[in-house]
């Protein structure tokens, strides 16, 4: 299992908060909920908050400020995300200067490209991330959604600092990267953040899961969330408690090497 992101030791799983605040745009009836959830997740042991600019407009990670602010913030492990229009050097900046503000932070501990922009050249936007992490304002910069060829083109671009994450959909059901990008990450000591990695729980599909979670008296989600955490750091969002306790205990199944296999083919 991953316990590391970007050489800092973290929780079996991390919190994903795409929904929390609204969709593209901001909603804030339910933030106390939010808030409520995102905090008992850090009080069940998990440190990682994964957000986004994108996410409910900004609103999102108000509410993950919010949320935060209860505890000490060196241990904690946030991550956002830039979005693909604000790509260009002075834009960046911006844009993180305005993540850090809504989060009520001094820090982002990881900050990603959301998706790569093939009219903006690499070069220019990982230069203005590198001038974030010069500043202290971010501690480490990473992609998400980026191929293996533009995964190699952002560490090219890369001078002063590595790009240390890629952040992808990873699932039971979607596993095409374990053909070419998990392999590339690994040789290169890059983490693989997995998101949606339970399938927003279309678990049902999947005859191996059920037998599985039969065979380790297990949930199917549980089995598939392990499945994901073998090689990958796993951010599955959920705002229900019983379900966050459910997620959060995935990380002490004992998944053998010959099932591991079983699942796999």
Known sequence: MK??????????????????????????????????????????????????????????????????????????????????????????????????????????????????????????????????????LVKNIGVSNFSVSQLKE??????????????VEYNYGTRGIEDDLIPFCEQNEIDVIAYTPIMRGAISDYGKLLSMAEKYQVTPVQIALRYVMEKAYAIPKSSNKAHMDELIAAGKIELDPEDYRELSS
């Open 3 to 136: 316990n590391t992101l970007c050489g800092k030791k973290v929780s079996d799983i991390g919190l994903g908060t795409w929904g929390m605040g609204g969709g593209e745009s901001p909603e804030f009836s339910q933030d106390e909920k939010y808030v409520e959830a995102i905090r008992y997740a850090i009080e069940h042991g998990v440190n990682v908050i994964d957000t986004a600019e994108m996410y409910g407009g900004g609103h999102t990670e108000e509410i993950v400020g919010k949320a935060i602010s209860n505890y000490e913030r060196e241990k904690l492990f946030v991550i956002s995300k830039v979005w693909n229009n604000h790509l260009h050097h002075d834009s960046l900046l911006n844009s993180a200067r305005k993540s850090v503000k809504r989060m009520q932070t001094d820090y982002i501990d990881l900050y990603l490209i959301h998706w790569p922009n093939e009219t903006v050249e690499i070069k220019e936007t990982v230069s203005a991330m590198e001038e974030l992490v010069s500043s202290g």
């Open 154 to 167: 952002a560490m090219d671009a890369a001078e002063q600092t590595r790009i240390c994450a890629n952040q």
